[in-house]
């Protein structure tokens, strides 16, 4: 997601600075945004020129202090853990000018909680991508309870600015999309545990019968099964039990079964790539 997000802003004229951990997964994230520009080369969206000027664009670094010192939107994009997001706007507040807005890219945690690790709340907002961000036109702006109506406007405006559309939602467990979708491809799992049906013929059912564009199946080997788990159990904790994980997520996390990201999900890509 961060490699993504980093390309659409950069595509867009944007001075970008990534980082990373370690400079293992630093590497890898700028290699990622290389293949990114070099695709769009080979489709002829982007000129050669154009391609360098994006690269440019893009500074990996390994201190936060280093990246977010002169930053006007800090925006982060770490897998979906409370304290670890916590710690990094923690971070963030110390080395970040008064100007600087703070964005989380978390799909389903609350907004308000985040912004507790922040001295200005009302500067706090979540800005939600989907994946893959440099494709996907829609963004979520996520309004916390003390987010500011400035700070809002400002984050509508630099969604328009990479060319996608905006939805506004409040701080919410899930907000718009993954509150109707996750619970979905959720129950799609529910189906195949209890052998009702096969996951092809679950794929298939949505996408020719509901107008899908892919199967909830094939699309959780996208999310990754992990993640989906994740955000059931936050959606859980808020909402209920009536959004409790299919146990079929949890076997196939034990097995590593994570989907295209780990080579096998419901379905497996390390054939379809031999």
Sequence with gaps: MGSGIAYACASNGYQVKLVEQNAELLQLGIRKIEELVRAGV??????????????????????????????????????????????????????CPSKTILATNTSSLSIAELASASTHPDRFLGIHFFNPPAAMKLVEIVQGPDTSQATVEIAKA??????????????????????????MLNEAACIVQGQIASIEDVDKAMVIGAGMPIGPLALSDIIGIDILQSIMENLERKLGSKYSPCPLLREKIRKKQLGKKSGLGYYNYVEKRS
């Design 42 to 95: 080979e489709k002829g969206k982007i000129s050669a020129d154009q391609a360098s000027d994006i690269n440019a664009r893009v500074k990996g670094m390994l201190q936060l202090r280093d990246a977010a010192q002169d930053a006007d939107l800090l925006l982060e994009a770490v897998y979906e853990d409370l304290d670890l997001k916590k710690k990094i706007f923690t971070q963030a507040r110390e080395v």
């Design 158 to 183: 630099f969604v328009e600015s990479l060319g996608k559309q905006w939805v506004l939602a409040k701080d919410s467990p899930g907000f718009i999309v993954n509150r109707l979708l996750i619970p």
